[in-house]
């Protein structure tokens, strides 16, 4: 057969964290150097770190960081942030949240992280924490906005805007395409 590349096994790695599977994912992690004489790069210990989180094996993931021979990034530590949430580890996320801001304490989406973290958890006082210490550093979350085009004309809607316009004539569309069946999740639908 053909042996991988540095970049097939990111993307290799990658798949097996979406995919749930773990075993493969660490196994092929391993044989990158036995077998394969590649060294994993940052890239690679970021698939793993988020292979274990996705997993809800948080405590491995965590253990996996400290042990990383290179400095992680704040790419490896937003991965178990997200798991922490999703688990439902606030101690962890915490923590996790700490070494975020010393790595990159510019971005405002580490805040936003934490405090939907503590907002999940019903933990109030935790998430006002979050909004406070971003408005002590004077940063803010831009709000978040969708495009939408219609015959050559593009309208932006804000996250939670209903003044707009065309709000009506949206929602009605909308809705009626939920109705059809249409999963929400879509970012973009397009008639033929």
């Known amino acids: 057969g053909v042996n991988p590349n540095e970049s097939t096994l990111v993307s290799a790695l990658s798949a097996c964290s979406h995919a749930g599977m773990v075993h493969e994912g660490l196994q092929m992690f391993c044989h990158m150097v036995e077998r394969w004489k590649i060294i ?8 793993i770190v988020d292979l274990l989180s996705r997993s809800g094996q948080l405590d491995d993931a965590n253990l996996f960081i400290s ?3 290179l400095q992680p990034h704040s790419g490896v530590y937003g991965a178990l942030l997200s798991a922490c949430r999703v688990y439902g580890n606030s101690r962890m996320g915490a923590e996790i949240f700490q070494q975020l801001i010393k790595l990159d304490f510019s971005d405002v989406g580490h805040f936003c992280s934490v405090s ?4 999940s958890l019903g933990n109030w ?13 004077g940063m ?20 939670g805007e209903k ?7 949206f929602d009605r569309v909308l809705q009626g395409l939920l109705l059809c069946g249409v999963d ?3 970012s973009q639908i397009s008639a033929g």
């Not at 006082?125 to 550093?137: C, F, I, P, Y």
């Not at 803010?140 to 996250?159: H, R, W």
């Open 40 to 47: 994993p790069n940052l890239q690679h210990y970021a698939c």
């Open 67 to 69: 042990r990383m021979p």
């Open 116 to 119: 939907n973290m503590y907002a």
């Open 125 to 137: 006082d935790g998430m006002e924490m979050s909004h406070v210490a971003l408005r002590s550093k």
């Open 140 to 159: 803010k979350k831009d709000p978040g906005y969708s495009l939408i085009e219609t015959n050559q004309e593009v309208c932006i809607f804000m996250a």
């Open 163 to 169: 003044d707009h316009v065309k709000y009506d004539e």
């Open 184 to 186: 929400a999740k879509f």
